[in-house]
């Protein structure tokens, strides 16, 4: 098969087979390859390309999401394999883990600082979303063991907030009950944290 190229725009390499449009990468990537100088390939060949090409643009694009925010592996693995193979996706999640613009230690500590303390959550339920971003439990537990938090205090915080002018009636408090559990919370420390602010409301 005759393999040809053409630059394009914004150091773009475009490559041809037998004059037929295939497969464009980053000029950088294409003539430090192992093909950037031969005429013909074979069908092994050409599949390999093809494999090391898709690689190389799911790497750029992780790098990209890698910049915009932090991300866990699964995340990026996840977000990659819409339009990459799954292949290619692990590859290049594993490659931004290696050069350290992915860590999933670094993404689970924020996280889990951001829905502590802007969504309210309790421990369990921060457990829950790590899993979910596909954070394994040996790092959730390194990570948790550093947050401290009173959950009963927190609760009451949340109260305070978000739900102090709906506990005024009994649907209210079973309304703002259920709510503080779907957060996370156990049964024993809402229970305690609203018995308790509705003392402290009362000595007000």
């Given at each position: 098969?005759k393999?040809?190229?053409?630059?394009?725009r914004?150091n773009?390499?475009?490559i041809?087979?037998?004059?037929?449009?295939?497969?464009?990468?980053?000029?950088?990537?294409?003539?430090?390859?192992?093909?950037?100088?031969?005429k013909e390939i074979?069908?092994?060949?050409y599949?390999?390309?093809s494999?090391?090409?898709?690689?190389?643009?799911?790497?750029?694009n992780?790098?990209?999401?890698?910049m915009?925010?932090?991300h866990?592996?699964?995340?990026?693995?996840?977000?990659?394999?819409?339009k990459?193979?799954?292949?290619a996706?692990?590859y290049?999640?594993?490659?931004?883990?290696?050069?350290?613009?992915?860590?999933?230690?670094?993404f689970?500590?924020?996280?889990?600082k951001?829905?502590?303390n802007?969504?309210?959550?309790g421990i369990?339920?921060i457990?829950?979303e790590?899993?979910?971003?596909g954070?394994?439990?040996?790092?959730?537990?390194?990570?948790?063991?550093?947050?401290?938090?009173?959950?009963?205090?927190q609760?009451?915080?949340l109260i305070?907030?978000k739900?102090?002018?709906?506990?005024?009636?009994e649907?209210?408090?079973?309304?703002?009950?259920?709510?503080?559990?779907?957060?996370?919370?156990?049964?024993?420390?809402?229970?305690t944290a609203m018995?308790?602010?509705?003392?402290?409301?009362?000595?007000m």
């Open positions: 098969m393999l040809s190229v053409k630059s394009g914004e773009k390499v475009h041809y087979i037998d004059g037929e449009y295939k497969l464009t990468v980053d000029a950088e990537f294409w003539y430090l390859s192992q093909w950037h100088n031969l074979d069908e092994e060949q599949e390999e390309m494999e090391q090409v898709e690689k190389r643009r799911a790497f750029k992780a790098f990209d999401l890698c915009t925010r932090l866990s592996k699964g995340e990026i693995v996840q977000k990659l394999s819409r990459f193979s799954r292949n996706a692990e290049a999640a594993e490659k931004c883990e290696e050069i350290g613009v992915l860590n999933d230690r670094d689970a500590l924020l996280y889990s951001e829905l502590l802007r969504k309210g959550m369990s339920r457990k829950l790590l899993r979910r971003k954070i394994g439990s040996d790092i959730i537990e390194d990570v948790l063991s550093e947050i401290e938090v009173d959950e009963t205090e609760i009451k915080n305070e907030r739900y102090f002018r709906k506990i005024s009636d649907k209210g408090r079973r309304s703002v009950f259920n709510a503080l559990i779907r957060l996370g919370y156990s049964y024993s420390d809402v229970k018995r308790e602010y509705a003392c402290e409301d009362e000595l």
